[in-house]
């Protein structure tokens, strides 16, 4: 787990509103992952991003969903107009060429719409 | 179809007991890795565990290790004398190498509630 950074831990946020979720990967690494895990569901791939292209988003809803991975700075998920069904754990994974078969996860950043 | 399938929701085992935990998988790839997390109530995802289709070894990582049956498509994790810190959810996940060569999307099963019990 050490490295990958999120934020925020805990996100609150009411029906309509936009939720914005970041995350650092380890240092050195390029390679950015998001996973949505429902209650009691395992995780399941949104995109996947290299700095400054997404290279697969076929995991992402279609509307009010989107991400990135800047030149500089962390990877941003937003999600619009949240609304009830949105409330997840959402959890950031990052991996380089050389970090071999240890693919890091973020400690998850949970998203309660109400 | 599903890729990963865990077919245990929960499971109870003795302290300093060992426990298997069951994981099969669905791929038509010669080359992936198979992955085991660790979810303890706090949430965050530990890695426990990794094995090649390769590698020709079972992995172990302490007391962690993955009965890698290719032929039935089972990578079973095997956490010997359990310890009370043992209790959370179990992931089994894979990645399927012919996505990108150094990607690593990974399909999760639906997970493994373990409780050790004094």
């Known amino acids: 787990n050490a490295g990958v950074m999120q934020n925020p831990r805990h996100l609150v946020r009411r029906r309509g509103q936009e939720a914005r979720l970041r995350c650092s990967p380890m240092?050195?690494?390029?390679?950015v992952y998001w996973y949505r895990q429902l209650p009691e569901e395992g995780l399941k791939f949104m995109v996947y991003?290299?700095?400054?292209?997404?290279?697969?988003e076929s995991g992402m809803p279609k509307e009010r969903f989107s991400a990135e991975f800047p030149k500089e700075g962390p990877s941003i998920l937003r999600i619009q107009q949240v609304v009830r069904g949105d409330s997840a754990a959402y959890f950031c994974?990052?991996?380089?060429?050389?970090?071999?078969?240890?693919?890091?996860f973020g400690e998850g950043s949970w998203l309660t719409v109400v | 179809a599903q890729k990963i399938t865990q077919t245990q929701p929960g499971m109870f085992v003795q302290e300093k007991e060992a426990v298997t935990l069951d994981c099969t998988y669905d791929?038509?790839?010669?080359?992936?890795?198979l992955f085991w997390y660790k979810q303890p109530s706090s949430g965050e995802m530990i890695f426990l565990i990794y094995?090649?289709?390769?590698?020709?070894q079972n992995a172990t990582e302490g007391r962690y290790s993955l009965n890698f049956q290719k032929a039935r498509k089972s990578a079973n994790l095997v956490i010997s004398a359990s310890q009370l810190g043992d209790s959370a959810m179990y992931f089994c996940?894979?990645?399927?190498?012919?996505?990108?060569?150094?990607?690593?999307?990974?399909?999760f099963g639906t997970g493994t509630r373990l409780q050790v019990t004094l």
């Open positions: 991003l290299q700095k400054e292209n997404i290279i697969d």
């Open positions: 094995q090649g289709s390769y590698d020709e």
């Open positions: 240092k050195g690494h390029s390679h």
């Open positions: 994974a990052s991996s380089n060429l050389h970090s071999g078969n240890t693919i890091y």
């Open positions: 791929t038509s790839d010669q080359s992936y890795g």
């Open positions: 996940a894979m990645r399927e190498d012919s996505y990108t060569g150094t990607a690593s999307k990974l399909t």
